[in-house]
């Protein structure tokens, strides 16, 4: 009797897993976006294996499903008014290494917000992305992580050394009082489980190596 429920369980299992393997290739690209995106932060709104945790810091910039969403969401409507001009990428660095960490794009309202108040207003959920999406190389330095920008869709540049595709640092205190929420956006890089995700090697003032 015992063995027989044993093989009941293990049947209910299987035929879940496969249910929903089955049900997740009948989504459309956008859906599976969103459960990418739900299942990336699943563990960052207190919903854990361990238990409730307390809400996340960084108030509107907290890392946490909703915020992501908002800000990608604010992105795309920058950019689709103001085009690749309101755009930059934004890499990650361990001021220990000359690696920089590719993390993904923000967009602004470039009559009213510099580069530098756009990324400042969104240093804790940009810092905190890229310390998640590379836990081994960035998550152990959070508190000292430095923000980098470089010319809107400038990867390919970067990934040649082009001289003219520099990297800035971004100064985490630049005051943002003025910066609207409504007025930035950033579209956060997401690496697959087969991705190594993009990085460049470069000099401390982000200009190219010489021997690259």
């Not at 027989?4 to 009948?26: H, N, P």
């Not at 945790?53 to 689709?80: C, F, H, V, W």
């Not at 309202?109 to 756009?118: F, I, L, M, Q, R």
Request: proline share 4%.
């Amino acid at each position: 009797f015992a063995i027989g429920i044993f093989v009941m369980f293990i049947a209910m299992i299987c035929f879940e897993c496969s249910w929903s393997a089955s049900a997740f290739m009948f989504l459309t690209p956008q859906h599976r976006g969103n459960l990418a995106l739900s299942k990336s932060t699943h563990y960052m709104v207190g919903q854990g294996p361990f238990g409730e945790r307390g809400d996340p810091q960084g108030g509107d910039m907290a890392y946490t499903d909703n915020n992501l969403r908002r800000q990608m969401e604010q992105y795309n409507s920058i950019r689709k008014i103001g085009g690749k001009d309101v755009v930059s990428d934004v890499y990650v660095r361990d001021p220990q290494y000359c690696i920089f960490w590719y993390a993904g794009k923000i967009a602004r309202c470039t009559g009213t917000v510099s580069e530098e108040k756009s990324v400042a207003r969104q240093w804790n959920i940009i810092v905190e992305h890229a310390a998640r999406v590379r836990p081994i190389e960035l998550g152990r330095k959070f508190s000292v992580l430095e923000i980098w920008t470089a010319p809107g869709d400038s990867e390919l540049r970067i990934s040649e050394n082009d001289p003219t595709a520099i990297l800035t640092q971004i100064d985490k205190l630049c005051p943002v009082e003025d910066v609207n929420l409504i007025e930035v956006g950033f579209a956060a890089e997401f690496v697959t489980d087969r991705g190594v995700g993009f990085k460049t090697e470069r000099n401390e003032d982000g200009t190219p190596l010489k021997n690259s």
